[in-house]
C-alpha cells in the first residue's frame, strides 16, 4: 500500500463506513408528541439525527446504532425504540 | 438524507467506530460545537483517537493531529509557539482532546510544563475513569473501588484500593487563569465551559467526565442518566475556578445516596454482595458527603 508520509488522511471521511448495521434496535418517532425541543439532536453519539423541513427531527439510519439514548432522553416519549428487522 | 443546517453540520462525522452510545463521541461533538471549525486539536491514543481515524478514514472536520500520550501537551504547545513565530498568534484555537489515562498518568508532565510554561491552549480531558480502548485497566482518574481488569475484586480486594487524583486542583495549582469539571450528561454546561477556556487567554483546562457503556458496565441506552447521577450525588461536583477562585458550582437540589449510582454499574456490583462492601459504600458516601460541604454543592 502507498502511504502518505505522516499519514495524512481525509477529513469527514468515516462516512464512507455506514454503522447502521450494528443497530438492533431502532428508534422510530411518533411526531404527535414532538415538541421539537432537539434534545435527540444534542445526544446522539452519531451525530445522525437532523432536522428535518417541518422542524421535526430525522434519523439517518445508515449511521444509528441503535444506541437508544435519543429514546430514554426524550422528554416527551416520542421516540420508541423496536426490534430491528433485517 | 435530511437537510443539515450550517449550524448542524456535523465537526465530528458519523461513521466513526466508537461503541453505540459512546461517551467520548458525544464529549468530542459538543467540544466541537462549542468551538466551532476555527481551531486546530491535537489528541492523544485511546479510544477518541482510534475510533475516529481508522487509516485511511478520518471522523474529524476540523485540522487534526495524533500523537504520544507522553507529549500531546507539548505537540499542542508546539502548534501555538509555531503560530507565534509566524506572526499569526491568536488566529486559531489550539486544543488538546485527551483521555484520562493520557492526561492524569502518562502526560502529566508534558501537560504541566506546557502549563507551567503558559501557552495560549486549552487542554481537554474526556474521562471515562480507566484505560478503555486496551480493556479497562485503572488509571488514577478511577475512582475508589471500582472494578477494573488491573483493579479486580476478590477476596482480597475491594476493586481500586486508590482514590481519583485531582487534576482540576493540580491545573489550579499551576496558575491556570480557567479550569473547570463537567459531564458530558450536561451537554450545555459543557459547551459554555469549553467556550470560556478557549477564550481565556493562557493556558486553560477543562475536565469531562464521560460514562462509559463498556467500561463502566450499564446498557448503551443509559450514558446520560448515569452521568447526571455521578452529579446529582456528589460524586462528581462541576466546578469553574477562574485565577484560583470558585466562580461557579452546580447545586443539586436533592443529593441522592451514592448507592443510587452505584448499583447501576457493572464495575461497582460486588459492593452489594459482601460485607465489606457495605462498609465501602459508607466510605463512598462520605467522599460525596464532604463533596457536598466542601463545594456547598446543595441548595
Ligand atoms: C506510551 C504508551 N503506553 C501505552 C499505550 C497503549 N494504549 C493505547 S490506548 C490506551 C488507553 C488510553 O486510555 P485513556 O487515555 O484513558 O483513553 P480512553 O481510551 O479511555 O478514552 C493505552 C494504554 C500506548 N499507545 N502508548
Ligand atoms: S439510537 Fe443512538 S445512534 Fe440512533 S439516533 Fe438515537 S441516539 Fe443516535
Ligand atoms: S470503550 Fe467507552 S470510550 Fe471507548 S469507544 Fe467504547 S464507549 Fe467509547
Ligand atoms: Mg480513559
Known sequence: MRLCIG????????????????RSFKPEYHYERCTKCGLCELLCPESCVARGDEGY??????????????????????IEMVLEVK | MNQRSPKTQPLFAPGHRGCAGCCNAMAVKFILRAIGSDCIVATPTGCTEVFS?????????????????????????GIESALKALGREGETKVVTIAGDGA????????LSGAF?????????????????????????GTPYAASTT???????????????????EIMVAHGSPYVATTSVAYPKDVMRKVKKAVETRGPTYVHIQAPCTTG???????????????????LWPLLEITNGEITGVHRIRKKLPVEEYLRRQRRYRHLFTTPEGEEVIRELQEIADRNAEHYELEL
Request: charged fraction near 15%.
Open chain 2, 216 to 234: 463502566w458496565g450499564f446498557d448503551t441506552h443509559l450514558t446520560v442518566e448515569i452521568g447526571k447521577l455521578a452529579v446529582k450525588t456528589g
Open chain 2, 53 to 77: 481515524t481508522p487509516y485511511p478514514e478520518s471522523a474529524w472536520n476540523v485540522p487534526w493531529i495524533h500523537s504520544l500520550f507522553d507529549n500531546i501537551a507539548a505537540v499542542s504547545s
Open chain 2, 150 to 168: 488491573t483493579s479486580p475484586p476478590g477476596k482480597r480486594s475491594i476493586g481500586n484500593p486508590l482514590g481519583k487524583k485531582n487534576v482540576p
Open chain 1, 57 to 78: 427531527y430525522e434519523i439517518d439510519y445508515d449511521y444509528c446504532k441503535g444506541c437508544g439514548i435519543c429514546a430514554h432522553e426524550c422528554p416527551t416519549g416520542t
Open chain 1, 7 to 22: 499519514g495524512i488522511v481525509e477529513p469527514g471521511t468515516t462516512l464512507a463506513n455506514k454503522t447502521g448495521g450494528w
Open chain 2, 116 to 140: 507551567e510554561r503558559g501557552h495560549n491552549i486549552t487542554y481537554i480531558c474526556i474521562d471515562n475513569e480507566a484505560y478503555m480502548n486496551t480493556g479497562v485497566q485503572r488509571s488514577s
Open chain 2, 103 to 110: 492526561t492524569v498518568d502518562i502526560g502529566l508532565q508534558a
